[in-house]
């Protein structure tokens, strides 16, 4: 088994290296004193670890990445990622606050993920998060996955305010909410199968691609090699009497059509590397990539302008769509997202322009996203979202120094970020049904009206 390489991957010209105001606080002022908070993230197969400042500074950060050992296995196994995070966290942990030039006594809290994620992986984090806090009295933070992706923009861009659109692709997760505050959120649309990244990984893996570096982006790079226009797979739930007219996404049945389509034209694709194969199968295989992203990426987009539509009846205020997560980094996806939030609201359907109903006047919003080495999952993230909860004085208070064992760590592997609008109608049952606890929303109103915060998450 290969090992993991711990990687200190600050890139300071990356993020603004000063706090621009809106950073600053809600009111445009610059925090004169500076706090710092050390982010930890073990979600998946990457083991991230920063440190941020208040004034929004990334100070020192450091990443192991698994990626390279599950491609072999087609995907994430658990047990193997728990394994390379036991490896790498104490060694992540020490060199972001090498690379910040700080100690851990120097804290003024650590963030930690404690969900959604795999909880064999939430836990190395949580615990060590803990046991930190434990030894040096520093404050906890429990931090969403999602609303780290969500909230990193407002780190590395200007004029990010709430309330905005936000629109999260990554391998487990496609969801478009509208955030209101930090930790308030309203859930416009979610999967109910796979996930966009899920399914380029898959797609990816059937034409045989090199998973390596990820399937998202081999694949990426292939299709523009390709005829988007060769197969004629259809864009999902158009078809749908109900879920034409949501904001939900499915990408089980496009995944369906492709598999079929490279056994019919290419049966034993994934068994032949791509380096291995003539030309003209190759130009095969890019066709089956570019047509496959052509149809996967319309759905996104058309399920983001009808988010647009409701996020401006509800907040009128909104500026842009924060686009994060994995898939974010996807240059074709970007040019389409840029498309869709210029060209707005979905056009009215003909039952709607008999009704007399008519599409109201819009002003293009605008769409941001962090770098692409943000986007994947990082503890810049994690630590900058401790922040935001830091200034709303969302911490928890350390652990109890009597205390030694761990292993009880209360974890969220599944963790919805807000309630669901009014207006979704698709898949509410199903979110119901596995909802192991409250939403972010609802967790974060219990800690900002309780007097004292409960006793710790972690």
């Known amino acids: 088994m290969e090992n993991q390489e711990i990687s200190d991957s600050a890139e300071p010209a990356t993020v603004q290296a000063e706090a621009s105001t809106e950073n600053g606080s809600e009111n445009g ?55 390379e995070h036991e490896k790498a966290i104490d060694g992540v942990v020490d060199l972001a606050l090498s690379n910040a030039g700080v100690s851990a006594s120097d804290l003024s809290a650590i963030a930690v993920t404690i969900g959604p994620g795999l909880s064999l992986c939430l836990r190395l984090g ?6 930190l806090a ?38 487990g997760h496609n969801l478009l909410l509208l955030a209101h505050s930090v ?10 199968d796979d996930a966009l990244g899920e399914a380029y990984d898959k797609t990816a893996r059937l034409l045989g691609l090199d998973l390596s570096k990820g399937g998202g982006p081999a694949l990426e790079a292939l299709a523009r090699e390709g005829d988007p226009q060769r197969f004629k797979f259809s864009v999902p739930m158009r078809a749908s009497k109900t879920g034409s007219k949501t904001c939900d996404f499915s990408y089980a049945g496009l995944k369906t059509n ?106 293009p919003i605008r769409l941001v996203c962090p770098p692409p080495r943000l986007c994947t999952d990082n503890g810049v993230m994690v630590a900058w979202a401790g922040v935001e909860r830091l200034r709303l004085g969302l911490e928890e208070p350390p652990p109890p120094l009597e205390e030694t064992d761990h292993s009880n760590v209360q974890l969220r592997p599944r963790w919805p970020m807000g309630e669901i ?3 979704s109608t698709t898949g509410v049952g199903s979110i119901r049904a596995t909802r192991a606890f409250p939403s972010l929303t609802a967790f974060t109103k219990s800690m900002s009206t309780s007097a004292q915060p409960a006793a710790s998450v972690l």
């Open 29 to 83: 002022s610059v925090e004169k004193a500076s706090r710092l908070v050390l982010g930890i993230e073990t979600s998946c197969d990457e083991t991230g670890a920063a440190v941020v400042s208040t004034d929004g500074r990334v100070l020192g950060e450091a990443l192991a990445s698994s990626a390279a050992i599950h491609a072999q296995w087609g995907g994430v196994v658990p047990a193997l990622a728990k394994g």
């Open 126 to 131: 949580a615990m060590k998060a803990r046991e």
């Open 258 to 363: 492709v598999r079929l389509a490279i056994e019919s034209e290419i049966p034993g694709a994934e068994q032949r590397p791509l380096a291995d194969v003539d030309a003209t199968e190759r130009q095969l295989r890019a066709d089956i990539a570019a047509s496959f992203q052509r149809v996967a990426v319309a759905h996104l987009e058309e399920r983001t302008r009808r988010a647009i539509g409701w996020a401006l009846e509800q907040e009128p205020n909104i500026k842009c769509l924060v686009m994060a997560g994995g898939v974010a980094a996807n240059k074709y996806v970007r040019e389409s997202l840029t498309r869709a939030v210029q060209e707005g609201p979905l056009e009215l359907t003909r039952r709607e322009v008999k009704l007399g109903m008519k599409r109201k006047e819009y002003t």
């Open 421 to 423: 609008h009014s207006k």
């Open 134 to 171: 434990r030894q040096h009295r520093t404050p906890l933070i429990s931090v969403h996955h999602m609303e780290a992706h969500a909230l990193v923009a407002r780190l590395t861009n200007d004029g990010v305010n709430f309330p905005f659109l936000t629109l999260l692709v990554s391998g």
């Open 183 to 192: 930790g308030h959120y309203t859930q416009l649309g979610t999967t109910l």
